[in-house]
């Protein structure tokens, strides 16, 4: 059974561009959470997503945002980069939400400059 | 929620060396329990869980024991390798909302 994918694996962008990050997960797992991995912060909790709806949100601004398709494939987007952005960003599937059971992607490496 | 707290790394050891990293739990009832791993540039794996106290999760050679009386869910391993050289995670829940933090990162010397 293939793992969870995420693309691209690396990105550059420059501050105040956009980002799109794309995570396919587990086939029939249907929650997708998204992590922000840094040296500083460790694995911070960006958002699950559980039959297209959001379920659960950490604490971060509006500028992170993402989506579930009906196939479960998610996307996350970061709108008005910020230096601080750059980071590991870590998807992880699941059977169910809340779920601490999680498979995760080899993540996408973001640099911001 | 069920918070948890582990130790701070990072933990250096020898090769062949006995390993433990410390996490105690704060729950209402008994929640499930797991270890993560993640090895240098690649994301976080599974290494062991238990789903019930006394239960023992064991993966790799590695263990850990849900202890209810001590609330704890120590990892241990009894000769730990350089591949073994990773961050180790013992995520907790706020809220609903996963709580892993920083990890304790293992560094083993030959």
């Known amino acids: 059974k293939a793992g969870v994918t995420q693309t691209p694996r690396y990105l550059i962008k420059t501050r105040g561009q956009q980002v799109t990050l794309s995570c396919s997960p587990i086939?029939?797992?249907?929650?997708v959470s998204w992590y922000q991995q840094t040296p500083g912060q460790g694995l911070q909790f960006l958002f699950e997503?559980?039959?297209?709806?959001?379920?659960n949100k950490g604490n971060f601004p509006g500028r992170f945002s993402g989506r579930q398709f009906s196939n479960s494939r998610s996307e996350m987007n970061v709108s008005t980069l910020e230096l601080g952005d750059s980071a590991l960003y870590l998807c992880?599937?699941?059977?169910?939400?809340?779920?601490?059971?999680?498979?995760f992607g080899p993540g996408t490496r973001l640099t911001v400059l | 929620g069920d918070s948890v707290t582990q130790m701070e790394g990072p933990v250096t050891l020898s090769e062949e060396a006995f390993l433990t990293i410390n996490c105690t739990y704060t729950a209402t009832g008994y929640p499930s329990l797991f270890w993560y791993v993640q090895y240098p540039g690649e994301g976080l794996q599974l290494l062991l869980k238990?789903?019930?106290?006394?239960d023992k999760g064991s993966n790799k050679g590695f263990e850990a024991t849900y202890r209810k009386e001590t609330t704890s869910f120590h990892l241990e391993k009894g000769s730990v390798q350089v591949s073994d050289s990773a961050v180790y995670f013992c995520?907790?829940?706020?809220?609903?909302?996963?709580?892993f933090g920083r990890g304790t990162s293992l560094i083993v010397h030959p």
């Open positions: 238990a789903t019930k106290a006394d």
């Open positions: 086939s029939g797992h249907r929650s």
């Open positions: 995520p907790g829940k706020r809220s609903y909302i996963p709580t």
């Open positions: 992880a599937s699941s059977l169910t939400p809340f779920d601490n059971e999680q498979f």
């Open positions: 997503y559980f039959s297209e709806t959001q379920r």
